[in-house]
């Protein structure tokens, strides 16, 4: 499915004829929006009101006439994108991480509504994911190809360039020590040699990036 096939699917789905309301204390954003959609009446595919107030509950006065909506949708990508936990890596190219508070608060579940609904109404793209994340959007997880410079954590990206660049088995076996919580951790109990370091690597940087995670990107995508 194409990325403009699934914004498609998505856009359809925005009933016009019910309204799901989001009363927003700008200084607490995502509390607020959270709040909302765990209700028991909340549905993504509703259209949207929003009523920002102050810190005293004192409502502004704009009517939502498309304004307000977008200036929500707008503010909840910025706390997505920098502030709940659930991404890591360049401000231009995301990727998700594991956080533990997070999966527990539903925060993956709500950003990955937001995020769609932000599409759906008309609101300003979500930018900011990696050309990685968008291909699992795409493809699915087990169908992307990971690459060392795709890990955002430094000191695993090194351990496992460490690995490639080992020339003699006394450089890979010491490159692999470096590497030994992340091996085990990733559940790898094959002997790594000079024949088959490229292929470890490449699956170990797989495993980091997407399938150590795929619980929260389960949990993330709404499509």
């Not at 609904?117 to 994911?129: D, E, K, V």
């Not at 490449?202 to 995670?213: E, G, I, K, P, S």
Request: with cysteine.
């Amino acid at each position: 499915m194409t990325l403009e096939r699934i914004m498609e699917q998505i856009g359809s789905r925005v009933n016009n004829y019910s309204i799901v309301r989001f009363h927003i204390i700008r200084r607490n954003v995502w509390d607020g929006t959270s709040r909302a959609m765990g209700r028991s009446n909340f549905s993504p595919e509703k259209k949207v009101d929003v009523k920002f107030t102050d810190d005293y509950g004192t409502s502004e006065d704009a009517v939502d006439n498309g304004g307000p909506t977008l200036e929500f949708f707008q503010l909840c990508l910025h706390e997505i994108k920098d502030k709940i936990g659930i991404f890591e890596g360049p401000s231009n190219a995301k990727v998700l991480t594991c956080n533990s508070k997070a999966m527990k608060d539903n925060a993956y579940f709500y950003a990955g509504q937001i995020m769609a609904m932000t599409i759906a109404h008309g609101g300003q793209s979500p930018c900011f994911l990696s050309e990685l994340m968008y291909k699992c959007l795409q493809k699915g997880p087990d169908n992307v190809n990971v690459k060392t410079e795709d890990i955002t954590d430094e000191e695993t990206r090194s351990q496992l360039q460490s690995i490639l660049q080992a020339q003699t088995d006394s450089q890979l076996q010491d490159a692999v020590a470096q590497a030994a919580s992340l091996i085990s951790l990733a559940g790898h109990n094959v002997r790594i040699t000079l024949e088959n370091k490229q292929e470890t690597v490449l699956d170990l940087a797989h495993w980091y990036v997407l399938q150590r995670t795929r619980a929260p990107f389960e949990r993330y995508v709404y499509i």
